[in-house]
């Protein structure tokens, strides 16, 4: 099978790899690049856990072929921060209970750092909404969107 | 859950893309946001040999005003884009109230409307409001151009007018008719879901209120969006009353769909929904025209 160059960049880092075309993009950052925060639930777009910011939007990355990827800006969870230095939203996951097994923590997590990067004070309608394409099977939303609610409270304070 | 092999074509320009459908047209299918077609692909349930990806085509992914107040748009504007533009807001209201009912943010940012209209899913909703506003497409082969109404380019479940060397290359949805109302409505048992049904509505009034033009359209009641046209002629030169409203959308859900039943909802009650939201769609528009009107 023919195998495609593809250049892109991975948590800021240029990356060049070969592909076969029907790589799904989950895969090559998990089996590929190691990356394995990413991660794949229902491969047909529906469970949101496999979300990943494609040049700072977030979208499936099951849904998309890793060729596709070639010139584009890819951020996954492991851009966020270290165990030592959480992002504020994870921070915040973190406090609230937002999680329990953690399987869909990811695909939360990067649906919303640019939610609320665009909305630092979300109404609760409005981060319902920005979740609607993730979904939980453990903990129940309840506490995320508690989570959301208290890194929104962190980002407005560091802001002002 | 592996889509199965196939030979990957990233063209960067129409043309290009044109001469590959020209030669292997039958063969070959076009990925645009791959929001239907990945998922059909990872299941195995679609093999195509080639895959012509448009994503670098970027002659594609514009859209503008027109000056009469119409809108043209390339088939790989994606969903977000639409949702957010307020020339599509204010020129496309009903565009722009659909929008947040197609599936979830993170598909919104990759889905396009081209890819949508051309997949033909009788849950969709772009295809309904297509239909709805009347919008025609321009479907373009290596061989030349013709545009087709959107409600001739729907002809039966998930086939469409389209042959298989031609590209969707703009979509033209007219300028919203003056003193006109509008409004779109589904129920899905959960937001973002595909809808159980759906219905889009346009009425305008005449200055006293009397209705001069209705248009009603619905989702996932039949294999296509399904128009009742002879429901909304029921409307024409007459006050748009409750029980008129209600009428019609009786009339509507009893003679122009033809809903199957699954396993989250029966024929009928399909049918009931598709009254219900009838009736909806067509009060919240007369509401909207009476307002344009000032009445």
């Not at chain 1, 996954?76 to 097994?101: D, K, M, R, S, Y």
């Amino acid at each position: 099978m023919n195998k495609h160059a593809i250049q892109l960049t991975i948590n800021g880092t240029q990356t060049k790899a070969e592909v076969e075309a029907r790589l799904l993009l989950s895969d090559f950052l998990r089996h590929d690049l190691g990356l394995t925060g990413t991660h794949v639930g229902c491969e047909h777009g529906v469970c949101g856990a496999c979300t990943i910011l494609f040049d700072g939007d977030p979208v499936r990355s099951c849904l998309m072929f890793a060729v596709q990827a070639d010139g584009h800006a890819i951020q996954t969870v492991e851009a966020l921060g270290t165990p030592e230095n959480l992002h504020p939203i994870q921070a915040a996951f973190h406090e609230a209970h937002g999680l329990q097994c953690g399987f869909c923590t990811p695909g939360f997590l990067m649906t919303l750092v640019p939610f609320l990067e665009q909305n630092p004070n979300p109404t609760e309608e409005e981060i319902r909404a920005a979740i609607s394409g993730n979904l939980c099977r453990c903990t129940g939303y309840q506490h995320i969107v508690d989570a959301v609610k208290i890194a929104a409270t962190n980002y407005t304070n560091d802001t002002n | 859950m592996k889509p199965a092999p196939f030979k990957y074509i990233a063209p960067s320009t129409l043309k290009e893309a044109l001469d590959i459908m020209t030669r292997h047209g039958y063969d070959a299918k076009l990925l645009a946001g791959g929001q239907s077609l990945i998922p059909v692909m990872n299941f195995r349930l679609a093999q195509p040999a080639i895959i012509v990806d448009l994503n670098k085509v970027t002659e594609l992914n514009q859209f503008r005003k027109t000056e009469r107040g119409g809108l043209r748009i390339g088939p790989m504007v994606r969903h977000s884009q639409l949702e957010h533009s307020q020339t599509v807001a204010e020129f496309a209201p009903l565009v722009h109230e659909t929008m947040p009912h197609i599936a979830h943010p993170q598909i919104r940012n990759r889905g396009t409307i081209g890819g949508s209209l051309a997949h033909a899913d009788p849950a969709a909703e772009l295809p309904v409001i297509m239909v709805a506003l009347q919008a025609r497409f321009r479907l373009q082969s290596a061989d030349g151009e013709r545009w087709v109404n959107a409600e001739d380019f729907y002809q039966a479940l998930f086939t469409t007018a389209l042959e298989p060397e031609e590209i969707i290359v703009e979509i033209a949805i007219p300028p919203m008719p003056r003193h006109a109302g509008y409004a779109f409505t589904e129920i899905a048992r959960r937001h973002g879901d595909f809808a159980q049904v759906g219905a889009a509505a346009l009425i305008k009034l005449d200055e006293s209120g009397y209705c001069r033009q209705a248009r009603l359209v619905f989702l996932n009641v039949g294999e296509i969006p399904m128009v009742a046209d002879q429901a909304a002629a029921l409307m024409i030169g007459q006050l748009p009353s409750s029980d008129l409203i209600a009428e019609t959308a009786m009339n509507a859900a009893q003679n122009e769909i033809e809903p199957a039943g699954d396993i989250h909802a029966t024929t009928d009650y399909k049918r009931h929904l598709a009254y219900v939201l009838g009736k909806r769609a067509i009060q919240q528009a007369a509401a909207r025209a009476r307002e344009a009107r000032g009445l």
